[in-house]
């Protein structure tokens, strides 16, 4: 069956026997495919497959499958065998010194207790929990997962597969959240997703979501409503009862203040 093998954009038709075992895989493709050699992980619509067992077994013919290679260390050069030195002479034995009195002990101290350790420098901390509006993704994906530091213009997404990886999977487990996460990098290319259109359509590949599936023109109101939140319609539907002549000054004024209603109602009233 032939399968398409995506490693760094580079797309490679391979015919395979998908019954095969990870490490039988893996030498096919390290022998036959010129990949090189290393840690191999395989990839399927944002989850890990067949570390254990088949990776392709059942997967579709023709599907896509990412490749994430760990290069293996360079084995250490092997060390030139040590020129024989002369035994050395015998030198006289010494008696050892009589050992000094030993100091009195000081009274036992009271061990202190440890202090708590603040959370954000804890280790082993809980992964983010799935998210159902684009808010809730903000505080619970990509900002524990330190994004804005990983896709920074000196990056790149092929850098970080296994994390792109797993926020995938935590969008393909939140089919509400999915849409309006990628229509909005789609849309706002913010900075630290720097070449936002490459992550967007690895991580839509990921999740087998079409690309043409996400349009949305930016200047449809409609459509931007549809992007907020609960707290955050709720938030717009209040001023929009003493300011109904002004939907999309209302709607625009909070983005600006951050939802905030308190300022976004100072802004409004000041025009």
Known sequence: MKFLFT????????DVDPTLSHDALKDVLVKQYGYKDGTYKFIFKGKVIGNTTAPLQGIPEG??????????ESAPAESKPA?????PQPQPVQAP???APLPAQPAPQPVPRPSPIPPQFQQNQPRPQPAND???????VIKPLHLREIYDPANEITNNMELTCEVSEILRRNPLATSVFLKQEQLSQ???LANSAHVVFNIASMLGVPLHDLTMP??????????????????YDALV????????KVLESLINNDFDSVKARAELESH
């Open 7 to 14: 490693l760094q954009q580079n797309v490679k038709e391979v």
């Open 190 to 192: 913010p900075v630290y």
């Open 134 to 140: 684009l808010q809730q993704l903000e505080e619970s």
């Open 97 to 99: 010194p009589r050992p």
């Open 83 to 87: 020129e024989a030195k002369p035994a």
């Open 241 to 248: 009862k003493d300011f109904e002549q002004q939907k999309e």
């Open 218 to 235: 930016e200047s449809d109101f409609d459509a931007e409503l549809e992007q907020l939140s609960r707290q955050q319609k709720e938030k």
């Open 63 to 72: 599907s896509k499958i990412f490749l994430y290679i760990k290069a293996s």
